[in-house]
């Protein structure tokens, strides 16, 4: 079984990928299925968070490209900034994982924070969206250039 046991600043030969949801980006250790159906194993330093543009390496010349999975999203927006910022500090105190963008918030769906949210006075969908939340203030990673517009800035950090 393939072992990728650290992360590449270059995708130039990755011709596999690895799709996965935000939580099991987290995780460090773990056996995967790589998308083409072959198995590989994670042995990532502890606190390694993938996130979606990744390149994974190991021992072999062999590279996967880490894609970011659609999961159940919850977005509130508004085009009140005050009120997003209230939102983002309460999901905040609630140690929610948020991605941040322009007139809205997204975290993993729950009824519950929905409400919250709406109590607020946003506007709460639900959507099948690849999830890259903020990384966090004590973050001590990189921040990669080029990402995305709407995403999280890219960093890896100790969870």
């Given at each position: ?13 990755a ?7 935000f ?10 299925v ?14 390694t ?5 990744d ?6 010349i062999?590279r ?5 999975a ?10 009140d900034?005050?009120l ?11 140690h ?5 963008g322009?007139g ?22 639900v959507?099948?969206?690849p ?22 800035a ?6």
């Amino acid at each position: 079984m393939e072992t990728f046991d650290r992360l590449l600043a270059d995708a130039g030969g990755a011709s596999r990928t690895l799709t996965l949801p935000f939580e099991r980006r987290r995780r460090s250790r773990q056996r995967v299925v790589l998308d083409d159906g072959s198995e590989a194993q994670l042995l990532l330093p502890r606190g390694t968070v993938l996130r979606d543009g990744d390149v994974l390496g190991g021992a072999g010349i062999r590279r996967a490209l880490v894609r970011a999975a659609a999961e159940e999203i919850s977005v509130a927006a508004s085009a009140d900034t005050a009120l997003l910022l209230r939102a983002a500090y309460h999901l905040g105190n609630r140690h929610v994982p948020v991605q941040i963008g322009s007139g809205w918030l997204r975290y993993g769906h729950d009824h519950v924070l929905d409400e919250l949210c709406r109590g607020l006075g946003l506007a709460v969908s639900v959507a099948r969206l690849p999830f890259e939340p903020e990384a966090g203030a004590y973050a001590g990673g990189h921040a990669h250039s080029g990402a995305h517009p709407g995403a999280a800035a890219h960093y890896h950090h100790a969870h």
